[in-house]
């Protein structure tokens, strides 16, 4: 039998369906609207770099141009219908899903018990059962409540303190949970004063999450290989996910489909029957200017943002390229369903800083969209709480 062909401009479009990108909704970005959003999403990476705006604020707000970092706040702190843990980087994930986190605590902490103690300062697997207790009587402690007498200095990203190292294992591996932050300071408490009870208590088979993580990967991603099914949440081994492939596409719960790359190649992914069916039916994209976030969801395989978009963009720190290097946090910017360039933008003070902004090769930029960049450069002040744009000379690159 053929197989179902989707063409590139429609595979993008299914694409940024799936990722809530190609008719972003109006909602108010808080409570239940929010809580919906993330649940779309699967999670929103956290990341500290806050040139403009914190990662997970720019990718929500991208969504849903209301939001206010506030209100992932309440929704992980007050709320609690949110959690921090990791997928392939520190995320805030939908609390349902927290069952299904137990095969990841126990995975982590297997390889962190193999990994860690020759990556990290010695004795901090002495100060496990310390933490716990101290965590126990005392309630939500940060990194700096704990190590009294340790020398705090770091010498690089990992070097941490030994009870920072046992902060940071016993989260990982689900003895300790993310209650609240203060600033971006991560506070750490028993998961029965964190998690609801009703998740709390649950308990699944592997089989049962294996299948639940490639399932909802999928639903969330429209195609892909059973690696990149596998990497979504990185709960799955790639081995589990090439098995659950076959064993799905032999009961037909899956298909394969010839995906059109960017340059008019073919690549085999999984999909659904019903997937297929929304791409047939789905709307031109909307044609406002977007800025997103380097660590946006749609743009966070770079290989597969290069091969299904045509836009090669890495994060690049002291590249020496002849003709160009980009800093560490240029937002790309897309409109429609194409990346239309690169825009290097920070806060400085109460103003957005413009400094360039580059268009991809054989994108121009005339009035129109030059109008739709400056006022999406204006919309996002709002939320980097700015009251004015300064654009530097010559900003508008060729």
Known sequence: ???????????????????????????????????????????????????????????????????????????????????????????????????MWRLKFERDEARMRTRWPASRRENW????????????????VSSLDVGENEEKKSSGWWDWHPSKTALEYLWRSGRIAVCHRRGFRKYYDLPERVIPQEYLSVRREDAEIVDW???????????????????????????????????????????????????GARRRCFTTE???????????????????????????????????????????????????????YVFPVMQGERPIGRLDARRVGQAIRVRAFWPEAGERVGKARRAGLLAEIARIGKLAGTTSVEFLEDWMRA
Not at 11 to 17: E, S, V, Y
Request: contains cysteine; hydrophobic residues 45%; neutral net charge.
């Open 274 to 328: 019903a997937m297929l069916d929304r791409a047939a039916s789905l709307p031109a994209p909307s044609s406002r200017v977007r800025i997103l976030s380097p660590f946006d969801p749609v743009l966070r395989d770079r290989a597969r943002t290069e091969r299904l978009f045509g836009f090669r963009f890495r994060i690049e720190i002291f590249v020496p390229e002849a003709k160009r290097t980009y800093g560490y």
């Open 213 to 263: 993580a490639m399932s909802e990967a999928l639903e969330r991603l429209g195609f892909a290989t059973s690696g990149e099914l596998a990497a979504f949440f990185e709960i799955a081994s790639r081995d589990e996910a090439r098995a659950w492939c076959a064993a799905a596409l032999a009961e037909r719960r899956i298909v394969e489909a010839d995906i059109e790359m960017a340059n």
């Open 125 to 140: 697997e002495d100060e496990l059962e310390t933490i716990l207790k101290h965590v126990a009587d005392h309630g939500a």
């Open 1 to 99: 039998m053929t197989r179902p062909f989707l063409t590139n401009p429609t595979a993008r479009r299914l694409f940024l369906d799936r990722h809530l990108l190609l008719h972003p909704g109006s909602g108010s970005g808080k409570g239940h609207d929010l809580e919906t959003v993330l649940d779309g999403l699967g999670f929103v990476q956290i990341d500290s770099v806050n040139t403009l705006a914190r990662a997970h604020d720019l990718i929500l707000w991208s969504r849903r141009g209301q939001y206010r970092p506030s209100a992932l706040e309440t929704l992980v702190a007050r709320r609690r219908t949110g959690f921090e843990h990791w997928t392939h980087d520190a995320a805030v994930i939908p609390m349902r899903f927290y069952p």
